[in-house]
Structure formats: C-alpha cells, structure tokens
C-alpha cells in the first residue's frame, strides 16, 4: 500500500531536522519517528538506512543565503563582482552555515560511499560551480587565462567556504571579521581584471584614511585596489606617520553600488587603521579652494570650530567641555586646547590618532582663536611679555603641533632638571607623555616660546584629582639655557592666572627641598603658601599650598 504523501513529507522533514541537530550518526529510524509522531513501520516505508533520509533531505534543501547570493551575482549582476564575493568572505567567516548547511556537509561525506548520495551531491555542486565560475568570469573581464584559468579560481572559492564550513565548530582559533575580509581582498584583487571598465555617471562621495607603508608598492597597490573598485581617487595626501609608515588622506568618487564595506575591506587589504566616512558636495573642489571656503566659514561661525576639527580628521564625536574636567588624552582620545576654559574632545573607534592628525585638528581651532583675538574677542589667546633682560617671549596655550619642541626641550634639559620636575629619571619620551604634557589632559598647559619659535619652557595646571574641582596642581620646566633670567617667574604668574579662570580656589605645588630656585619663584607670587605634610612622597619633597 502506497504511503500518504503528506506522512512521507513529514518523516523527510523529521529526519533533516534530527540530522541537523545530532548528526546522522547519532540518530536512527526510531529517533525520526518520535520526530514526525509516526508508527516506526510508517518511517521504514519511506527509508530502511540513514543514508536514505540524508539523501532525501538533501535533495529537497535550499541553497544557503550566501550561496544563493552569488547564483543571484552570477545571474544578474547587482554589484561590482568583487563587492559580492568580499560580502560573501566576510558572511562565511560569521556564520558557515550561511554558505554550506550542515545536512550538505553531511551528504558530501557520505556522498564517497553511496552512488545514489553522490548523484545528488554532484547536481548541486555542479550548480555552485556554474555560479562562481560566472563571478569570477564578471570579475576577471578579459584578462588572459594565463598563468591559471578562471576554473582553478571558483574551484578556490568553493573550497575556501566548504573547508571553513567544515572547520566551523572544531577549529582551535578563528580570525577576525577585518582580517579575513582584507586577505581574502587582496587575493581576489589579484585576480581582477587590469580594467575594471566605465565609471557610471552617478556616484557617490567617500572619505577614507588608512596607514601603509612607506614604499612606493604600496601606493601603487593601494590605486590598484581602487582602480578595481571602479573608485575613483579625486585628491590623496599623504604625510610621515609611524618609522617605515605613511598616513594617507583619500576623496573619493564611487558608482552607488559600491559600498562602505567594500572600500573599507578592499583598503584594508593593503593598509592598516582603515576608515571610510561619507564624504560632501565640496570634496570635487580642488584643495585650496576647500581650505578657503571652509576658513570663510569658520570666520562667520567660530563655533562651528570643534565640529569641523572632527570632520578633518574623521572622527567619530565631539564635543566642547570644561578644561578642568573629562578624559585625558590617549590613542583613540585627542584633546585639544581651545580656550583657555574650554576644551575640545574628539574620540575615534577602529584607528587610533596620529600625530599628523592632532596637528591638524589643532591647527584649524588655533586659525579660529587667531582670528577671534585679531577681531579683538575675548579669547585668551596668548600674551607677549619683556623679560627683565629685555628679551621679548611668548606664553601661550600648548597645542599637539608642539610636542616635538617639547621633546627637543626636556633632551636638552639636563638629568637634574628633568628630576626636579618630575621627580624620577625620564629616559625616554613616549607618546602619551608629550601627548599629556602639550595640553591633551583636564586643566590647562601653557608653553614659553623664544624669538624663534622654540620652546624654551612648559608648564602645566590641573586638578589634584579626578574628583577634586577645586583644588589645582602647577608644575614647569624651563630650558636650561634660560635658567635666572625670569622664564620660571613669568610662567607661574600666568599659570596662577589660568587656575582661577579655570575655577581653583586653591592651588598645590609639589618642590624637592633642595630646588631653592623654585622654592624662591613660589615665594614671590604674592601667594601664602603652608607647606603641608605629604607622607607619600617623603621628606625630600615639600608639598606647598595656598589659597587664590
């Protein structure tokens, strides 16, 4: 007697979704039968081996999303050929099942034993070998098959994603999403054709930074990847970053169906700390005019200064605060004075500020605090001051731009100068040290400048402690060059100044006892200073204080 049909569906279905969960090694007939509700003799009628379950339901399962993607690339392209398989590497890394389904994998195992489970293995992949095989037909164009033809390419494709589908729940270590995207970027830029062929007429705007070497392969492998892309490059910049490295500024023009995550991946395959932002209406603009054009801008709103320095630099907020308050600066965090009692803070996720970048920030809000002070607005921007020898130097607010001259300056200092200020040996300047002390911490940091531009000293006023607003900390360096000659005097009377526009009411310095020059410079403030006991630091460091 014939089996209902409807009962034969439901044991095929019982049997894929038993298989699913525990493997056709792990479960027979009796355990499919519970599945389907069904009298064991009903699930023999339709099968006697667990073959023949994993056959049928192999035969009736859909093809995974990200398989039918690429049949759905290879019968209509919707997108650049290399955008749909760089989609498909970084899904297939997040999710394997998305590409093979466990119950294939399972029947291409089996498919070795059985004749009857081979055939049906072989339509399917047959059908996924069409499929790539005409993606990368889209992606290669016609570039010579030589040294390998397209065949060799989708059998790579199709072997990539069934051995990760394969190594899935057993593998001791997975790569990250970026990394994977960018190798498998780069191997699929290999294979691309030298001409990606016509930009479409419409396109889209981007903006992207990245870090590559400092070698001219990686320039050119950086176009390359664009040039496959179908991305055009409207205007690059480049500057020193790390030894051996250079950052590089992109303003890019892409057709609409290219998008962020593609360029992001495709960049990453050759650089380092990749962003991709949206870019404007203006960036076709040549570069001077845009610098004009946003100078003009920031002359009738200054207060759009803070969100124009994050836009320069792709940052991802911002916001303007209390210079007595918030983080300090850090990697991903960039601090910068603005005024005296304000602060801008930038942060950035993904790739971390560099040097070039708080240069460039700074100098966008330093361009706004000029123009406000030649305006005669209250700003604080800096003062000139005479010596009492007649020299003429400046006191103004450090910016990133003057951590080198600040570097310059403590290596000139001799190993006792450098001691009395921070009491213990500095034999090396790390970034985050000059980041701090050029003004990227809560308070406010000043520097002296010389007729030349140098820094000839650095000082500092900033709260005591993280939960303590009233109470401020100054401390300074003068160059050694410019010791006795009213560098150290001028400076704690404008740091003194900066502490009560800042809010402190009461100040803190800690002094060795045998600094006598900086004992006598405290002396002549003004200012009644106690010395107050600090066991921390021992009695070879006097801790004086005073009201303001």
């Not at 072997?159 to 699929?188: C, F, N």
Request: charged share 25%; net charge negative; proline share 5%.
């Amino acid at each position: 007697m014939a089996l209902d049909p409807e009962k034969r569906e439901r044991v095929i279905e019982a049997a894929a979704a038993v298989y699913s969960e525990r493997g056709i090694v792990n479960a027979g007939r009796r355990d499919i039968a519970r599945e389907a509700d069904l009298p064991l003799r009903t699930v023999t009628q339709v099968g006697r081996h667990r073959v023949d379950f994993l056959r049928l339901a192999v035969e009736r399962l859909p093809f995974p999303p990200i398989a039918e993607h690429v049949r759905a690339q290879a019968i209509d392209p919707a997108q650049p050929a290399l955008q749909a398989l760089l989609q498909a590497a970084r899904e297939v890394l997040g999710d394997p099942a998305a590409a093979w389904d466990p119950l294939e994998l399972q029947g291409i195992v089996a498919a070795r034993y059985d004749p009857a489970m081979r055939e049906v293995v072989s339509v399917r992949l047959n059908e996924r070998w069409d499929a790539a095989l005409a993606v990368v037909d889209q992606l290669r164009g016609s570039q010579p098959a030589e040294p390998f033809d397209n065949d060799a390419a989708a059998l790579h494709l199709i072997a990539v994603g069934l051995g990760l589908s394969l190594l899935s729940p057993l593998a001791p270590r997975w790569s990250d999403a970026r990394s994977w995207t960018a190798l498998s970027a780069r191997l699929l830029e290999a294979l691309a054709a030298e001409d990606a062929g016509d930009h479409d007429r419409a396109t889209t705007a981007w903006r992207a930074r990245l870090t590559i070497a400092d070698v001219p392969s990686a320039m050119a492998r950086l176009l390359r990847v664009l040039s496959v892309l179908r991305v055009r490059v409207v205007s690059i910049f480049t500057a020193p970053a790390l030894e051996g490295a250079q950052l590089v500024d992109l303003f890019l023009s892409a057709p609409p169906d290219v998008d962020r995550d593609t360029i992001t991946h495709g960049l990453s395959s050759v650089g380092t700390d990749v962003i991709v932002a949206g870019g404007g209406p203006d960036d076709a603009t040549d570069v001077a005019t845009r610098v004009l054009q946003l100078s003009a801008a920031l002359v009738s709103d200054p207060d759009a200064a803070p969100e124009a320095a994050a836009n320069l630099v792709l940052a991802n907020s911002w916001e303007v605060i209390d210079a007595s308050e918030g983080p300090d600066a850090s990697a991903f965090v960039l601090r910068l004075q603005w005024t005296l009692e304000r602060h801008v803070v930038l942060r950035r996720f993904g790739a971390p500020f560099t040097r070039t970048e708080q240069n460039r920030a700074s100098a966008l809000l330093e361009l706004v605090s000029a123009l406000s002070e030649a305006r005669g607005d209250e700003g604080g921007f800096g003062w000139r001051e005479a010596l009492p020898g007649g020299e003429v130097v400046a006191v103004r607010l450090a910016r990133p731009q003057d951590a080198e001259a600040v570097e310059a300056m403590h290596e000139r200092a001799s190993p006792e100068s450098r001691y009395q200020r921070y009491f213990t040996p500095m034999n090396q300047w790390r970034e985050d040290n000059l980041r701090r002390i050029s003004g990227g911490h809560r308070g406010g940091t000043l520097v002296v400048t010389g007729s030349s531009g140098e820094v000839i000293a650095l000082g500092n006023v900033f709260p005591i402690g993280p939960h303590d607003a009233d109470t401020g900390e100054i401390a300074l360096i003068v160059d050694d060059a410019w010791h006795g000659r009213g560098v150290g005097q001028l400076l704690t009377a404008h740091l003194i100044g900066v502490a009560g526009r800042l809010g402190f009411s009461r100040l803190v310095a800690y002094v060795l006892a045998e600094n006598r020059a900086m004992l006598h410079v405290l002396e002549r403030t003004g200012l009644e200073w106690k010395v107050t006991p600090d066991h921390d630091l021992g009695a070879s460091v006097t801790c004086l204080a005073a009201d303001l």
